[in-house]
């Protein structure tokens, strides 16, 4: 249970990740890895609904995963999704990537290996990664029509025993960090913070929310 001050901070970093993108049907499907398989669900979801016709599961292994999986994220997820009806014909595997910046590169790559080349594109991401996907995204993907999708759960209902709620706001804390300093190192492209948002980032940090900040 969060202090109201500190849940109301919260709240808005959340909301500041989500970037609310409306989809339209694209060319392919990107689901980046990580130990959340609701992302695989996620992911199985918009491509049985019609939202592209290849699906690409993208993730060696992390920090987290490395620790608790002896098979890589992408494989995880790519077997989630088939057990949800995705036939086996319309997934690619990307299992070396290890960060963002790579979960991109490797699956662009791996898609021109097969000869595709998608003109449009959907990444799906955990909630409070959506911002900073899109960000890294587009130093590699400048001109596609490009959007980022997450399951729809708010705040209080993405919290599980994996990951509680005081782990969460230290997470969208280092996220935010990343967000604001990552441009200047070359690894995203810019995105605006609100002086509201990055107010809220301070008070938090100052409240000890510091677990996954920069090194």
């Given at each position: 249970m969060l202090l109201p001050d500190i849940y109301n901070a919260a709240v808005k970093l959340w909301n500041y990740h989500h970037l609310n993108h409306s989809l339209t049907p694209s060319d392919c499907l990107i689901v980046l890895g990580s130990h959340d398989l609701r992302?695989?669900?996620?992911g199985a979801r918009l491509y049985l609904q019609g939202y592209a016709p290849v699906i690409v599961f993208s993730g060696g292994f992390g920090n987290l995963t490395s620790k608790i999986w002896t098979v890589s994220e992408a494989e995880q997820f790519a077997a989630i999704a088939v057990k949800l009806g995705v036939p086996e014909n319309a997934i690619l595997i990307e299992n070396k990537s290890t960060n963002t910046g790579e979960n991109i590169q490797y699956s662009l790559q791996l898609m021109s290996d097969k000869g595709i080349d998608?003109?449009?594109?959907?990444?799906?991401q955990k909630p409070y990664m959506e911002r900073?996907?899109?960000?890294?995204?587009r130093m590699y993907i400048p001109l596609k029509p490009l959007l980022v999708a997450s399951s729809a759960v708010s705040f209080d209902e993405y919290p599980n025993d994996e990951i509680p709620v005081e782990r969460l706001v230290s997470i969208m804390v280092g996220d935010l960090e990343r967000i604001k300093y990552y441009p200047g190192k070359g690894f995203q492209v810019y995105q605006e913070i609100p002086d509201d948002v990055w107010a809220a980032w301070e008070?938090?940090?100052d409240e000890g929310f510091n677990g996954h900040r920069m090194p």
């Open positions: 992302v695989a669900e996620e998608p003109q449009s594109m959907i990444l799906v900073r996907t899109y960000a890294t995204a008070f938090l940090v």
